[in-house]
């Protein structure tokens, strides 16, 4: 199976291919009846549920969604550009992961990347005019935040399926899953200390937490990049597969499985979890974009830029 192999479809809801047929979900309400209706999955659906359309790959598609019975597949595709997330491509995503939550006949979701890589991560160029301002990542209500650092968290489950280059804050999207799945070609890497900037997305609370100090800060004061055998040892993946296909399968395998349990004892089981972190996370989250943003204004953020466009290794002054 190719990832272009599982967008052949035999029916599909009607949605325009572009990114802005996934922005305007609003109105998802409409598909549900002006009288409940039970769905395929047994779950009733009210006058106030989403009800989440397909977006199917399409060049001009940034996020793409399938849903698949009771679990939806949620797709990065910006592979022109390695799927670097730019401020559109986040919202897709955010309202996406809405989308998905406030829908009843949904249970599980799948996130993915199309083409070569997962993502190498931030559009830096793309998000610098919204950072340097200082405005909010998301400002919309109907959106989860795919880094689990603002807004109402997610209340159902999410897998992470992993492939090729899953860098910085594409490996903070993987953190921010329930369970991940990584291809065996997988290059790890939060680096963005070699650029003048640091692990804003929460990898310096979800990495340390989940790797342990010492693997965290090998990692992110150096900069190196790591091995999905390596991520397999700090405990960060759960599994590896021989190729970016056979991973997808094993996540949405893994989805239908939760799929099939029972969707209270998830939710519980997810917020009950959640509660053992939250203390911890409380105290470091909310200063992440902040922090993030004053190094965009520093001289060796701006070294950083013009030593990639250069080609050389930057030299820092530490201002």
Excluded at 247 to 258: P, Q
Aim: net charge neutral.
């Amino acid at each position: 199976m190719t990832f272009d192999g599982i967008f052949e479809r035999r029916t599909l809801l009607k949605a325009t291919a572009a990114v802005g047929s996934l922005l305007p979900f609003s109105s998802m309400a409409a598909a549900a009846a002006a009288s409940p209706a039970p769905d395929k999955a047994g779950d009733l659906i009210t006058t106030s549920a989403v009800r989440m359309v397909d977006v199917p790959l399409a060049p001009t598609t940034k996020v793409t969604v399938e849903r698949r019975g009771q679990i939806v597949l949620i797709g990065i595709n910006r592979p022109d550009v390695q799927n670097r997330i730019d401020p559109e491509t986040y919202l897709g995503l955010a309202r996406a992961y809405y989308r998905y939550d406030h829908d009843p006949s949904l249970r599980a979701a799948v996130l993915f990347g199309h083409g070569d890589n997962f993502s190498r991560g931030i559009d830096v160029v793309g998000f610098q005019p919204l950072i340097t301002a200082g405005k909010p990542f998301l400002s919309d209500d109907e959106a989860i935040d795919p880094l689990a650092i603002a807004k109402a968290p997610r209340s159902k489950p999410l897998v992470a399926v992993v492939h090729g280059d899953t860098w910085n804050m594409a490996h903070e999207f993987h953190l921010a899953a329930d369970i991940r799945i990584a291809a065996a070609d997988t290059r790890f890497g939060q680096d963005e200390n070699t650029h003048g900037r640091f692990p804003g997305g929460g990898s310096t609370v979800r990495f340390v937490r989940e790797a342990g100090w010492g693997n965290a800060m090998r990692y992110m004061l150096t900069g190196d990049h790591w091995s999905a055998e390596e991520a397999y040892r700090m405990g960060v993946v759960q599994e590896v597969a021989a190729t970016q296909e056979l991973a997808l399968e094993v996540g949405i395998r893994i989805a239908n499985k939760i799929a099939a349990c029972a969707p209270l004892g998830i939710k519980t089981t997810l917020t009950s979890a959640h509660l053992a972190t939250a203390q911890s996370d409380a105290n470091a989250l909310p200063h992440l974009q902040a922090q993030f943003g004053a190094l965009f204004k520093t001289d060796d953020f701006k070294e950083g830029i013009k030593a990639d466009a250069e080609g050389r290794p930057p030299i820092f002054q530490g201002r």
